[in-house]
């Protein structure tokens, strides 16, 4: 019993930890944007999102950190992709984010009368004395407010299913699978996914669950949960969007459409416990992220760089970045992710069947290819046409580089046995 119970426990904190305010974003916009085939994108949205979590997890806690999973390509490559991805989990994107998304959801629905760059001051001197002087606050506001963040969510979803805004759209759009993993990418939950594995197991240790595979199984299992529970709030967030995609269209922003959608169903009082919920869910996202990114580039520099000083650098960097606004950040983040998240997911789901994928070379090989192309459709996205990349297979489904990962890593599989014929014929003629 204790075990479930520690294990149902974890389960929701994990849950809690990748459904920050973000995620609210982009379910409904997938549904506005597909009308009644919304469940196409919503599955796009899950695999790229839930389904790189899991596998991420799954990969991470069995390699022991996630720098065992990329080092595979190399350490110099794995050590770079990750201070890539710790630095978008950090200043560049999803710290800034919250802030922006904060002040988008919680304040302009209500006020005019803050801007943005005296809210982004307010709200990141709050994060620096919060993370500098980890106090009670951290845990006040993960126990009490994350079940009424919840609990809120419970009665908008609900609400919308029992009584539609309006209906279904007929959808003629192509490209929903697409679309709907570009959204989950969005979400860039699993760039952190390091950090948050080692925590889970941490936690496991610290309840006394000492050995190695029960706590790598206990550790699947929490993850499970967060993820159908990802799922059901995803699913129902999305169809709140399906609902009104005969009154809004793609040009609305994303923080708008949550609002007017909250609006519609809960009124002006519901717009005000969002904001609050929003603020503060927000609040202790930056908090953990600016934490994380800092210890980790603490322990990077081999403390080098002082802890404390990496946070005032976070803090301040995101208060500047935070009024760009959530769409535009998105806007940015899109190239990025394009190039980082293909690499990593490849080495994720490699480590997950190493026992097929024994030798350097093959990793290395899968992982350059996936990369080159990467940077060809960022490239071919920003202007520079690039015919060919359209031509590869799976490129109507955003997965073009699957097939140059695979020539990669046989030829780094076939330099691998013809090095080793080389040195065995002379062997045999120094013989």
């Not at 974890?10 to 409904?28: K, Q, R, T, V």
């Not at 899991?54 to 720098?67: K, Y």
């Not at 004395?129 to 963040?149: A, N, S």
């Not at 003629?172 to 390091?194: H, K, P, R, S, W």
Request: with cysteine.
């Amino acid at each position: 019993m204790k075990k479930n119970k520690d294990i149902l426990i974890i389960g929701f904190a994990l849950f809690s930890m990748f459904f920050g305010a973000g995620n609210l974003i982009f379910p409904p916009f997938i549904g506005v944007t597909s009308g009644n085939d919304w469940l196409v994108s919503f599955l796009g949205f899950i695999i790229a999102d839930v389904g790189i979590i899991l596998l991420s997890i799954n990969a991470v806690a069995r390699a022991g950190s996630f720098q065992n999973v990329v080092e595979k390509a190399g350490k110099k490559f794995g050590l770079y992709l990750e201070i890539i991805m710790m630095l978008c989990l950090g200043p560049i994107l999803v710290i800034p984010r919250t802030a922006a998304t904060t002040f988008e959801m919680s304040i302009m629905p209500i006020t005019s009368s803050l801007n943005s760059a005296v809210f982004s001051i307010l709200f990141f001197g709050l994060t620096l004395i919060l993370t500098i002087r980890p106090t009670k606050v951290m845990d006040i506001i993960g126990k009490f407010l994350t079940p009424v963040l919840l609990l809120a969510l419970v009665l908008l979803i609900g609400k919308g299913i029992l009584s539609p805004i309006g209906e279904l759209s007929n959808n003629n759009n192509e490209g929903l699978f697409v679309n709907g993993i570009t959204q989950g990418y969005q979400t860039m939950d699993a760039l952190g996914i390091g950090g948050v594995t080692a925590l889970i197991i941490t936690s496991f240790v610290n309840k006394g669950y000492k050995d190695k595979k029960e706590n790598i199984s206990m550790t699947l299992k929490s993850a499970l949960i967060a993820g159908i529970g990802l799922i059901l709030v995803y699913g129902g967030l999305a169809y709140l969007g399906a609902t009104v995609s005969t009154i809004y269209d793609a040009s609305i922003s994303q923080t708008e459409l949550l609002v007017n959608i909250t609006n519609h169903l809960l009124g002006k009082n519901g717009i005000l416990l969002l904001g609050i919920i929003v603020a503060f869910a927000c609040l202790t996202t930056a908090i953990g992220l600016t934490s994380v990114t800092a210890k980790y580039f603490e322990d990077v520099s081999n403390k080098k760089l002082k802890y404390s000083h990496i946070v005032t650098f976070i803090c301040v960097f995101s208060a500047i970045a935070s009024n760009l606004g959530v769409d535009r950040i998105i806007a940015i983040a899109g190239p990025i992710l394009t190039v980082i998240y293909p690499v990593s997911i490849l080495l994720v789901v490699m480590s997950t069947f190493s026992k097929y994928f024994i030798k350097p070379a093959v990793f290395k090989g899968a992982a350059y290819a996936t990369l080159l192309i990467s940077l060809l459709n960022v490239a071919d996205s920003l202007g520079f046409t690039i015919e060919f990349i359209h031509h590869l297979p799976l490129n109507s489904l955003g997965f073009n580089w699957v097939i140059p990962a695979i020539i990669g890593g046989l030829l780094g599989k076939l330099l691998v046995k013809e090095n080793n014929m080389n040195e065995k014929s002379q062997d045999k003629l120094s013989a």
